[in-house]
């Protein structure tokens, strides 16, 4: 069975600073895996995802994940937030076959400082 | 193009009442999901449609939750009964061929059961 566990619910960073959201899951067979952010009353939204080749994902607003299977991890990294990154940031694993619905973590909120 | 919607986005109702929520899917879609996601929570997987058909009812918390999708497009989500536990927001989410490629989220509708 496929699960994911996010570290820290709530994420407080200085604007300029590095973010780092974790995420490590656990799944029987070689996962896919998902960011989504999700902004105040508005849906959930792709940052980046990992399926297959390159372990270092690339997404939108700057935001990269590595994907590493010795530690069953895949941390949301950004060199350095912005105000407008403060959002609630969802890690997510896909059920490898049938109905590929997604596993969710329980989300972190992000916090920037300005 | 347009995205997923949902309406309503809103929906205030008394316990005991029926209510139904609405998902328009992005055109030509053929994997519709359903989620839930509690406050604080991850979204959690609902029901999942290819086509017409429920191929996964799975997630459904009990026998008062129910969906249907009559001609594969546009889906609705009954509650019957409903009770103050069903507050929660519902997401809508299609895929092009629910083969596992990313899934495009609707704005939820908030249910709120007093």
């Known amino acids: 069975a496929q699960s994911v566990t996010q570290l820290g619910s709530h994420v407080s960073v200085s604007e300029g600073a590095l973010v780092l959201l974790r995420c490590n899951y656990s799944?029987?067979?070689?996962?896919?895996l998902f960011w989504y952010v999700q902004y105040p009353n508005q849906g959930l939204q792709l940052l980046l995802k990992?399926?297959?080749?390159?372990?270092l994902v690339k997404g939108i607003n700057g935001f990269e994940a590595e994907f590493k299977k010795s530690e069953t991890s895949f941390h949301l990294t950004k060199p350095s937030a912005h105000m407008s990154d403060a959002a609630e940031y969802f890690c997510?694993?896909?059920?490898?076959?049938?109905?590929?619905?997604?596993?969710f973590g329980t989300g972190t909120r992000l916090k920037v400082l300005a | 193009g347009a995205g997923v919607s949902q309406t309503p986005s809103n929906k205030v109702t008394e316990k005991g009442k029926y209510v139904e929520l609405r998902c328009d899917p992005i055109?030509?879609?053929?994997?519709l999901y359903w989620y839930r996601q509690s406050l604080g929570q991850g979204p959690e997987f609902l029901i999942y449609?290819?086509?017409?058909?429920?191929?996964?009812d799975s997630g459904l918390p009990n026998d008062r939750f129910f969906a249907v999708r009559p001609e594969g497009s546009v889906s609705t989500l009954k509650i019957q009964r409903t009770e103050r536990g069903d507050s929660a927001v519902y997401l809508c989410?299609?895929?092009?061929?629910?083969?596992?490629?990313?899934?495009?989220f609707g704005p939820g509708t908030r249910l709120t059961v007093l």
């Open positions: 989410a299609s895929s092009p061929q629910g083969t596992g490629d990313e899934q495009f």
């Open positions: 799944s029987s067979v070689p996962p896919y």
């Open positions: 990992y399926t297959t080749g390159a372990t």
């Open positions: 997510a694993v896909r059920v490898p076959s049938g109905t590929y619905k997604y596993i």
């Open positions: 055109s030509g879609h053929t994997a």
């Open positions: 449609f290819q086509g017409t058909g429920a191929a996964d």
